[in-house]
């Protein structure tokens, strides 16, 4: 489906929000196809799991040499208020 210049603008000016808005015309522009703005990655967004994948393992690798080689419990102790 190939769209007129017109319907273009028309369905740019129809998405609401302006992050949505500028995401669509930069694909539009550079001439990306659907399947390839999906595979996109938003650059150090660190709630996406695509973006911070690799970090995540790093930082859990890392985290994971610090510990020691025992085995581990967490205990909690409820105290009562002092008097």
């Given amino acids: 489906m190939v769209l007129s210049a017109d319907e273009v603008v028309l369905f740019l ?3 609401s929000t302006l992050k949505s808005r500028a995401a ?3 694909a539009y522009a550079a001439g ?3 399947s390839e703005v999906a595979g996109l990655r938003v650059a150090r ?9 690799a ?6 690798a890392e985290r994971q040499a610090q510990l ?3 085995p581990y419990f967490h205990v909690v102790f409820t105290l009562p208020p002092p008097r």
């Fill in 13 to 15: 000016e129809s998405v």
């Fill in 32 to 34: 990306l196809r659907a």
């Fill in 24 to 26: 669509l015309t930069t």
């Fill in 68 to 70: 020691l080689p025992v």
């Fill in 45 to 53: 967004n660190r709630h996406c799991p695509k973006c911070q994948g």
């Fill in 55 to 60: 970090a995540r393992a790093q930082w859990l």
